[in-house]
């Protein structure tokens, strides 16, 4: 799935919470929230600019979530698990709040041991049969590749 493709497709199934998306789509979609990110970064800050900026990053907030949800459904696994992702965002808060040594030598080394149990969930090759959340996303591509191979 190509970049405009991704951003199609993640606008259009923005309620979608049941199926399947591919690698692809998702860090297509992570890559354009970066170049937004970062063209903001870099105009002049007017009222209207900043107001804007604001209530698009809301508009894609419930998007995301979606496309989180679907992403971990490719792997074979619920979309549920995204939850855990804030709560240790809450721990991590609560233990810098209190001042923790409890919480920096637990909370610390959890958060970053989550963190890249998520990356390495959504840089994982899906399942490239139907599972129970649906059929592959990318069949449609690898069905035109395997057609387009002399035999």
Not at 84 to 89: A, D, H, K, Q
Request: glycine share 6%; charged share 15%.
């Amino acid at each position: 799935m190509g970049f405009i493709d991704s951003i199609k497709s993640f606008f259009l199934k923005a309620f979608n919470f049941s199926t399947r998306s591919s690698r692809s789509e998702y860090w297509y979609v992570f890559l354009a929230q970066i170049l937004f990110s970062l063209l903001t970064q870099f105009t002049p800050s007017f009222l209207f600019l900043d107001l804007s900026v604001s209530v698009i990053s809301i508009l894609i907030f419930l998007p995301q979530i979606s496309l989180t949800a679907r992403r971990f459904h490719d792997v074979g696994m619920s979309g549920w698990w995204q939850l855990c992702f804030p709560i240790i965002l809450l721990l991590i808060s609560v233990t810098l709040y209190f001042n923790s040594t409890f919480g920096f030598v637990f909370v610390g080394p959890l958060s970053g041991a989550l963190f890249i149990v998520f990356i390495y969930l959504m840089c994982k090759e899906g399942d490239t049969r139907d599972n129970k959340y649906g059929s592959d996303p990318l069949a449609v591509f690898r069905e035109k590749i395997n057609q387009n191979l002399p035999e």
